[in-house]
């Protein structure tokens, strides 16, 4: 895989960068203090503004190396993030010895930029960069079923379900199923010819 670490995309109406440290406001009020955002998710609800801070701090700190993938999802014409997509390595150790490159990528965005198709044009461009430029060759993303409008993002972005692991995760909503839905390089690459 090409291990270029976070690189600066844009899609019709988002423009996705790294998070510097000035945006720890935005991510606490944008998103990350709503309990509605973070209701599936598995970070807690952020208490206060350092919070945020400490996170990005982590963050920010991460994008010398070159398999740290975090994105701010800005607005284009604002520069605010409005919400976060990042991306981690599956299993390395062994599916490397399969030589099988799969990711995760995980998202969120705040309350009021909902069903307004961000969410999808935003992982649909990470996934156009994960196998064009990373050489991926799969793409992983789950949801609580609960939480069914991921899944909607998900599909929209041509990735397919897998299946459900019941009982397999939790997040701040207490014991949850797993909706896995996975995309390979492959079927990508098919439905782009």
Same mark, same amino acid.
């Given at each position: 895989m090409n291990l270029c670490g976070t690189q600066e995309l844009q899609t019709e109406r988002l423009i996705m960068r !790294? +998070? &510097?440290m000035a945006d720890a406001e935005a991510m606490y009020h944008n998103w990350a203090s709503d309990p509605e955002v973070t209701k599936f998710l598995l970070f807690k &609800? $952020?208490? #206060?503004? /350092?919070?945020?801070? @400490?996170i990005l701090a982590e963050w920010v700190g991460s994008y010398t190396? /070159? #398999? +740290?993938f975090q994105w701010a999802l800005t607005l284009k014409g604002s520069g605010t993030p409005i919400g976060s997509m990042g991306v981690v390595p599956q299993e390395p150790t062994q599916r490397q010895e399969l030589n099988v490159q799969a990711v995760q990528v995980g998202y969120c965005i705040g309350h009021p930029w909902w069903r307004q198709g961000y969410t999808s044009e935003a992982l649909a461009a990470v996934i156009s960069f994960l196998f064009e430029t990373v050489g991926a060759s799969r793409i992983e993303a !789950? $949801? #609580?079923? @609960?939480?069914?409008n991921s899944g909607k993002v998900m599909k929209h972005c041509g990735m397919h379900h897998e299946g459900t692991m019941r009982q397999a995760g939790a997040s701040n909503a207490g014991v949850s199923d797993i909706a896995v839905y996975g995309l390979l390089a492959e079927d990508y690459f098919a439905a782009r010819r």
């Open positions: !790294r +998070f &510097t &609800t $952020h208490a #206060d503004v /350092g919070v945020s801070q @400490r190396r /070159g #398999d +740290f !789950r $949801h #609580d079923p @609960r939480n069914p």
